[in-house]
């Protein structure tokens, strides 16, 4: 099956710096990333999708100053959160899709980002 | 507005127990898929169901699709310890949405 590496598994920083989410697909060509970040036991939220070599579209509410997503090559999309304030501290997934399965999603295995 | 609500929201259960958890929708899916959740993980997919009316199952867990694929269920029996996690159905349109969510947790 395909295989999505994210890294790191858990970052803690301070308030005020940057964070950088890296989400690799390793057998296959990602044309489309998501990245999602979750509270315990509820659900996924969307924050935006990228295209490789287009801007992401980000979803309603979420600052794309604050998130930002580059998606420079087939294999790898990243999230950096910029001036981190504790309230960013969640987990944050990314999943990738292929034209070839356009169904189906394969999930990295998430960041747990704690910012003190 | 979350597309997909899935019930019950938490489920705490005695090993060998059955249960089942529903996803509903007013919109139409091309497919739907199941995911099961543990803690500090991704998501893993258990089952995409394709057509309407379809039925699967994988071991102990029986997936159906409804007749006009916009609601699902995921039915388990005899529920062991190992089955504890958060299921997350999510359906398939013009990106993929995912369910509330279904925190379960089986005692042994």
């Known amino acids: 099956g395909a295989v999505v590496s994210q890294h790191p598994s858990w970052v803690i920083c301070k308030s005020g710096t940057s964070v950088k989410i890296e989400c690799r697909s390793l057998d296959f060509q990602a044309t489309t990333m998501f990245w999602y970040r979750q509270f315990p036991k509820q659900s996924l939220m969307l924050m935006a999708t990228s295209n490789e070599g287009s801007k992401a579209t980000y979803e309603q509410g979420v600052e794309k100053d604050k998130f930002l997503i580059n998606h420079a090559s087939l294999t790898l999309s990243t999230l950096t959160v910029t001036s981190a304030h504790p309230e960013d501290s969640s987990f944050y997934i990314c999943?990738?899709?292929?034209?070839?399965?356009?169904?189906?999603?394969?999930f990295g295995s998430g960041t747990q980002l704690s910012v003190l | 507005t979350q597309l997909l609500e899935q019930s019950p929201q938490f489920l705490s259960i005695q090993e060998g127990e059955n249960l089942t958890v529903y996803c509903n929708s007013s919109?139409?899916?091309?497919?739907l898929q199941w995911y099961r959740q543990e803690p500090g993980e991704g998501p893993v997919l258990l089952v995409t169901v394709v057509t309407g009316g379809e039925v699967k199952k994988l071991k102990r867990l029986t997936f159906q699709f409804g007749d006009a694929r916009k609601d699902s269920s995921l039915h388990i029996t005899a529920a062991q310890p190992g089955d504890t996690g958060l299921y997350l159905c999510?359906?398939?349109?013009?990106?993929?949405?995912f369910g509330t969510g279904t925190s379960l947790t089986v005692i042994p």
């Open positions: 919109s139409v899916f091309s497919s």
């Open positions: 999510a359906g398939a349109g013009n990106q993929f949405y």
């Open positions: 999943s990738a899709s292929t034209r070839a399965a356009n169904e189906k999603l394969f």
